[in-house]
């Protein structure tokens, strides 16, 4: 036991952590570390004293990236691997699973479901974000709607799951498949078909989850092309056998058939002692319209309890009311035990775009620390009726972005010049704070659909109750364009610059427009910090410090000041020493930061963004940090790669 862990044990007596402070944790089953998602492992070789002296150890490349290979969607490498025995597991974004010895980096085996590579996947990007272990079985989701189990001995198929090795996910799903006539309905005109077709509605981009003898899927959805897409399923199937056990499906019977999504795309949480299931839900379709979903949808945008052996809900809390900002709940839910008055408490941890922390009692669904009703803007569109409040965390600590508002007073430039810019260009869009609803005119999202704590996470440190979390600070024009000039424009051409062409939303009277809100140098027109690093004890509710977070590599390659952060998509590492790794920034680079004060340690450059979450493991006594580093986060394709990196001490 190392010095900081006996010190927080004998100072903690009174409370669970000295266990937690005890135990070596040598495993990393899956892509967070443990079923709880908490981003942590105690192993304490590399530490604050001597992480500068990292070097690394070996490089892997997957040749699955879409600058090699002819893809309809860009690649995005966001995986994070597993450690089974002495291998590290991973997905590729073309959903092939390759084993490699941990200490040398050597492929030992793989395996390639074929994935149709010319078909457009709905979520915009190739992404596969790990495997799950069970035994000595590997589960990993394809984006065309296969489960998949192999031997992680040897990579070859299970025969004794599904149909030698595989369950159709997509069996049984309602809503997947519209044909002509369907689309006709909704008015698609011949012409925007071929198009449609092309799309694969619902896929599979994030991680099985494992508890008992289940294995439990979400989904991701084009949930912005219709209006009466699939709803969000949540599945468990037996681990053995492949069998379906039980569904929940998150949309009302009112408006099944009607309106689709509220899917978990977000990872999904296990507490074996309490036999939970934790997921946390995405927006009804359409994203940015919800007058055709006037009642209420509880299981949208909320985190839920479900029973892990029935799959009903025991507690559930909706954590953005009437979702039409597609403020999703991306971030995987996260489990700790925290002292509660005394008393140490299971809590579950939901992080959000909006930049909040929500912790609540994971048995009772509590509130843990206090929540308020906020008045938000009210929607101009006809027929929309916006939720006329929000739930906010009550104390700032837990408001990561610090309650930060952008209008034309605070718009933000480089120069004087795009400050100008900004400025006119905001003067002529809805700027009415948080929760400002999509408008004809184009409406200001600030944070962006992207911002705040995304599917990355938080990590959380046992030994000391220390929650970090890294967010993201950008803006969004979000825009409905009435369908008869939608159709005049087209629904591939980009209207207000890269990133801009129309979405279209069909079923709805309107499609949608949305894109970063940046100033003519490609630079967020809202002031710097773009990227945080933020620390909260929480036993005493404090926020303990706040560090802008990574830099952006622009302009043939100069790298912004790191005091203006950098927006982040990916988690974070929490170790047993004390450390805290991430990539995550438009840097490519990884860095390490102290836990008790958040000063930068050691940084190292990286051949390619890292959009994943670092994780951590031992073999031969050996500590090692390893991370994917293959662009992402609307990387433009030259800079694009398919790295898995690993570094040790020498």
């Given at each position: ?26 495993a ?13 492992s ?60 941990g ?6 085996w ?27 079985r590997?589960f ?76 439990i ?17 949540v ?6 056998t ?5 569904t ?21 949480a ?111 569109i ?5 939720s006329?409040?929000?739930?906010f965390?009550a ?21 004087p010049?795009d ?56 803006a ?47 630079v ?10 933020t ?33 982040t ?19 490519a ?62």
């Open positions: 036991m190392t010095f900081r862990k006996l010190f927080y044990c004998f100072s903690l007596l009174s409370s669970t952590v000295c266990a937690f402070a005890t135990v070596q944790q040598t990393w089953p899956t892509p967070t570390g443990n079923r709880g998602g908490q981003h942590y105690s192993l304490d070789q590399i530490t604050p004293a001597n992480v500068d002296r990292l070097k690394k150890a070996w490089e892997f490349h997957t040749g699955d990236v879409s600058t090699k290979v002819k893809t309809e969607n860009p690649t995005t490498f966001e995986t994070t691997p597993v450690l089974y025995k002495k291998s590290l597991i991973f997905c590729t974004p073309f959903n092939r699973v390759i084993a490699l010895n200490a040398t980096g050597k492929e030992m793989s395996y390639n479901p074929h994935l149709d590579l010319s078909r457009y996947y709905g979520q915009s990007y190739l992404i596969c974000r790990g495997v799950a272990l069970w035994k000595n590997v990993t989701s394809v984006q065309d709607g296969r489960l998949i189990a192999l031997d992680a001995d040897t990579g070859k198929l299970v025969a004794s799951f599904g149909q030698d090795g595989v369950v159709d996910l997509n069996k049984g799903v309602p809503n997947l498949n519209i044909s002509p006539d369907e689309y006709a309905k909704l008015g698609v005109t011949p012409d925007v078909q071929p198009l449609a077709h092309n799309i694969v509605p619902v896929s599979y981009s994030s991680v099985p989850a494992v508890i008992n003898n289940e294995v899927v979400g989904s991701s959805m084009a949930d912005n092309y219709y209006q009466n897409i699939a709803p969000g399923l599945r468990a199937y037996s681990a053995e492949g069998k379906l056990l039980w929940f499906n998150p949309i009302p019977k009112i408006y099944q058939n009607k309106i689709g999504a509220a899917n978990t795309w977000a990872m999904i296990t507490d074996p002692k309490n036999q939970l299931v934790f997921i946390a839900t995405s927006s009804p379709s359409i994203d940015y319209y919800g007058a055709n979903r006037k009642a209420p949808i509880p299981y949208s945008t909320a985190l839920i309890a479900l029973n892990a052996k029935t799959g009903k809900v025991v507690w559930s809390q909706q954590l953005v009311h009437h979702n039409i900002y597609d403020y999703d709940l991306a971030a995987q839910p996260t489990l700790a035990t925290i002292p509660v008055q005394g008393q140490p408490t299971p809590v579950v941890i939901e992080a959000t775009k909006t930049g909040f922390i929500f912790v609540f009692n994971r048995l009772t669904g509590k509130p843990v620390f206090p929540i308020v009703e906020k008045p938000v803007p009210v929607s101009d006809p027929g929309e009726v916006t006329p409040t929000q739930p965390p104390d700032a600590a837990f408001r990561l972005l610090n309650d930060r508002v952008l209008n034309p007073s605070t718009a933000w430039g480089l120069t010049l400050r100008y810019w900004c400025k006119h260009k905001m003067e002529s869009l809805r700027t009415d704070g948080l929760f400002t609803p999509a408008s004809l005119k184009g409406s200001i999202a600030f944070p962006f659909s992207g911002g705040g704590v995304n599917w990355g996470g938080v990590a959380y440190d046992p030994n000391t109750h220390t929650l970090i979390a890294n967010s993201s600070a950008a969004q024009v979000v825009r409905l364009i009435p369908r008869a000039q939608a159709d005049k424009i087209g629904y591939s051409k980009q209207t207000d610059g890269p990133g801009s062409n129309l979405v279209p939303a069909y079923g709805s009277p309107y499609a949608m427009q949305r894109y970063l809100f940046t100033s003519p140098l490609g967020p027109c809202n002031s710097p910090p773009w990227g945080n690093l620390a909260i004890n929480l036993e005493t509710g404090k926020r303990l410090w706040q560090v802008p977070a990574g830099a952006v590599k622009k302009w043939f390659g100069i790298r912004t000041p790191s005091r203006w952060g950098s927006p998509i990916g988690g974070t590492l929490v170790t047993g020493s004390g450390l805290i790794f991430i990539g995550a920034g438009l840097d680079r990884l860095h390490a930061y102290d836990l008790q004060k958040g000063k930068a340690l050691w940084e190292t450059n990286l051949p390619a963004v890292a959009s994943a979450t670092p994780m951590t493991y031992s073999v031969d006594d050996k500590q090692y940090v390893v991370i994917a580093a293959g662009g992402g986060m609307g990387s433009p394709n030259d800079l694009l790669g398919d790295s898995i990196v690993a570094y040790t001490l020498p």
